[in-house]
């Protein structure tokens, strides 16, 4: 990717598996540190590492990445927590609920159902700081994104886009479906780490009403 980068692919498609597999890698190199390396970023499928040709070459780092793919043991993965997120659902917080309840002929009693349901994994942070991939959505309200993005979705917005579901995590442009509204703050780009959320842990929502949120708000 260029003569500062180099990719690293390891599938084709969202799977879980793929995604474990991203964050092995990721936290093999992370905890091995090599003089030049200056950047990982890791997404669903792969792995970007941006490095300094001044100190490193790209052979090396290939030699260091098969080292570590060919060496598990090096990859000392952090327990994932799981993170109970509250969410506002519907009326102007999530202003799609409805059209997504008429999308699958559900109500929105019906699709609040089928999203707290599943416990999601964090596949990756991207878009914007803090923003979490999230997957996967049931079928039963996998939905398209909007054919008109929003020019601006508040933060803590929850949104659907096909199998995927997300939180935006600052105020920004955006075109999935939203649903409803999370008081959690997200990003803090004071905070160690300022993501609340990082790869690879689990997500599970639950409903709660606007005086429940603002509850929420002034017991943090």
């Avoid at 941006?50 to 780092?61: A, T, V």
Wanted: proline share 10%; glycine share 10%; with cysteine.
């Amino acid at each position: 990717m260029g003569d500062r980068s180099l990719l690293v692919e390891l599938g084709d498609e969202i799977s879980p598996a793929i995604n474990q597999s991203v964050q092995e890698l990721f936290t093999g190199i992370d905890s091995n540190p090599a003089r030049g390396i200056l950047d990982l970023i890791p997404s669903y499928r792969s792995l970007l590492v941006i490095y300094d040709p001044l100190y490193i070459s790209i052979d090396e780092i290939k030699a260091r990445i098969i080292d570590i793919w060919k060496n598990p043991d090096q990859c000392r993965m952090p327990q994932p927590q799981t993170v109970k997120i509250p969410v506002v659902y519907g009326g102007e917080r999530g202003p799609d609920l409805q059209q997504v309840a008429l999308y699958h002929d559900l109500t929105p009693q019906e699709v609040i159902g089928f999203h707290t349901g599943p416990t999601y994994r964090v596949y990756m942070i991207g878009f914007t700081p803090g923003y979490p991939y999230l997957g996967e959505v049931l079928d039963e309200i996998a939905t398209p994104r909007r054919e008109t993005p929003r020019t601006i979705v508040p933060k803590g917005s929850v949104g659907i886009a096909q199998k995927q579901t997300g939180i935006y995590s600052v105020d920004s442009p955006g075109g999935w479906q939203i649903i409803g509204w999370t008081p959690v703050k997200l990003f803090d780009p004071d905070g160690k780490p300022p993501s609340h959320l990082v790869m690879g842990d689990r997500v599970q929502f639950f409903a709660i009403t606007e005086q429940e949120a603002a509850q929420w708000l002034t017991e943090r």
